[in-house]
């Protein structure tokens, strides 16, 4: 037999909150702004978050939440004394107590809060890694705000779009039925979405996807361009245009260098679906990123990338329009297969391919370029080059900025001496460079054995401690010549 004491150690653990007074950990929240912070849930721009100070329990902290495992450790941690000082400035203090609260009790009450605050505490679970609350809160806000989504759509998908850990509130936004619209809802659709509109190649579609996919959002047409593409379709035969639109480009590519495939490396389709094409436009918009649930690399991005592959300084490429380069992905893990096999047998013998690495629990952007191409041999190989180089990105960068360079991305080039050992193979290895400056293993998503050292063949490591890791998730882009 067994006695269920949980609800009194609970209030015991919150009394140590209360009364916190041998504390070592202050958190000092709010000070920073929220872009899409409103307790309505409307846009405003800049909002500022005030800031107030939580004390707390190292030792609880981390027991109980790995972010704070990692904030806490003594690589990253700022003291003051024998006091951990740690920040959140793009958080609320409201939000942030409900947080502390269940960190200690293991209990969340949401009667209280409004829902842009729920909103806002499913953004900083996801943040802070407390995966357990992620589902529930999603289903909570379906359950019992369905009328407040409805009115607020556009905030709560701006605010989920980019979470991939909040599918099933960003599914039911996406899924709404648009024929029920009212007209502030298609107002509010065609200002956000006024500066993409004419990047669409309308004409390319089908029949079928213009009368699925276009003609229920008519309405936030141009006038003009609503009636020659009516015109268009009345007037053409579907078989027709789905000849036309097999023969169009064969990708997506607004000038940025980024071309993300369907089914297929080689296979593009020119028409997305309704959900993908908002996706897009989204990726297309967005004006910055935080810890990202995506590993699609940004615009700036690419041209700091760009920059590295031909040794250039990043002034060369403020332009985002002048990059060279079109980044076709090739591979991705949570979509494909976290094998070895499974990487070969679509990056092998692709040419030059930059890979990008999300690492699990700390979300760093890590990766490297392969300018000679992977190749699958039984026992290990190394081969040669003066170009390759490995990198870490910051996450922290602005689409509308023409300045691509950020102080935080990291890049360390092959030593000169060491040019032979530049790229290491095996078909039962995931890329990987030098003597295992980066090695991605078999099946990388289920254990910490990857890893990224310090600078043995390269010239220094692109991480600030030098350890094994998780993978998240990773890409692999072929890197064509426009």
Not at 118 to 136: C, G, Q, R, S, T
Not at 216 to 223: C, D, W
Not at 388 to 417: A, C, G, M, Q, W
């Amino acid at each position: 037999m067994s006695l269920n004491l949980f609800p009194r150690l609970s209030e015991n653990l919150c009394s140590l909150l209360e009364y916190a007074e041998d504390y070592d950990v202050i958190i000092r929240v709010g000070g920073g702004s929220n872009n899409n912070s409103s307790n309505s849930g409307k846009n405003t721009c800049n909002r500022y978050i005030r800031q107030l100070e939580f004390q707390a329990h190292s030792l609880i902290l981390r027991a109980r939440s790995e972010y704070f495992r990692t904030a806490l450790s003594s690589k990253w941690a700022r003291k003051e004394g024998e006091t951990f000082i740690f920040e959140k400035p793009n958080i609320s203090p409201t939000v942030f107590e409900v947080i502390l609260r269940y960190i200690y009790s293991g209990r969340i009450g949401l009667e209280k809060l409004g829902e842009g605050d729920i909103v806002k505490l499913l953004i900083a679970a996801d943040e802070l890694i407390f995966e357990e609350l992620i589902y529930p809160l999603q289903e909570y806000l379906l359950q019992n705000k369905q009328k407040w989504i409805q009115d607020n759509i556009l905030y709560v998908l701006n605010t989920v779009i980019e979470r991939n850990a909040c599918s099933r509130l960003r599914s039911h936004c996406l899924s709404i039925d648009a024929s029920k619209w009212s007209i502030e809802e298609f107002c509010s659709l065609e200002k956000t979405l006024q500066r993409c509109i004419p990047l669409i190649r309308f004409w390319q579609l089908s029949l079928e996807d213009f009368n699925s996919k276009v003609r229920p959002y008519a309405e936030i047409l141009p006038r003009n361009l609503k009636l020659k593409l009516l015109r268009h379709f009345s007037s053409t035969k579907s078989s027709n245009n789905n000849t036309n639109s097999n023969s169009g480009s064969a990708s997506l590519n607004i000038n940025t260098g980024l071309v993300t495939p369907g089914t297929s490396p080689t296979e593009v389709s020119p028409i997305l679906s309704s959900n993908d094409l908002i996706l897009s436009l989204h990726n297309i918009t967005k004006k910055s990123a935080s810890y990202s649930n995506s590993l699609t690399v940004s615009p700036p991005q690419a041209a700091l990338i760009a920059c590295w592959i031909d040794r250039k300084n990043v002034k060369d490429f403020t332009p985002l329009t002048s990059i060279p380069y079109i980044f076709r992905l090739l591979f991705r893990g949570s979509r494909d297969g976290f094998s070895a096999k499974t990487f070969h047998d679509k990056c092998d013998g692709r040419g030059a391919t930059i890979v990008v690495v999300r690492v699990s629990g700390t979300k760093e952007l890590i990766g490297g370029y392969n300018p000679i191409g992977w190749s699958s041999p039984r026992d290990v190989e190394w081969r040669g080059t003066r170009d390759s180089f490995i990198f870490s990105l910051s996450n922290s960068h602005s689409d509308s900025s023409n300045n691509v360079s950020t102080p935080k991305s990291k890049i360390s080039r092959i030593k000169k001496d060491c040019v032979n050992e530049a790229i290491q193979l095996q078909d039962k290895l995931g890329p990987s460079f030098g003597f295992y400056e980066l090695k991605i293993i078999d099946d990388a998503h289920e254990g910490s054995s990857s890893y990224a050292s310090g600078g043995l063949k390269y010239e220094h490591s692109i991480r600030d401690k030098f350890n094994y890791f998780q993978v998240d998730d990773y890409e692999v882009f072929q890197v064509l010549k426009k």
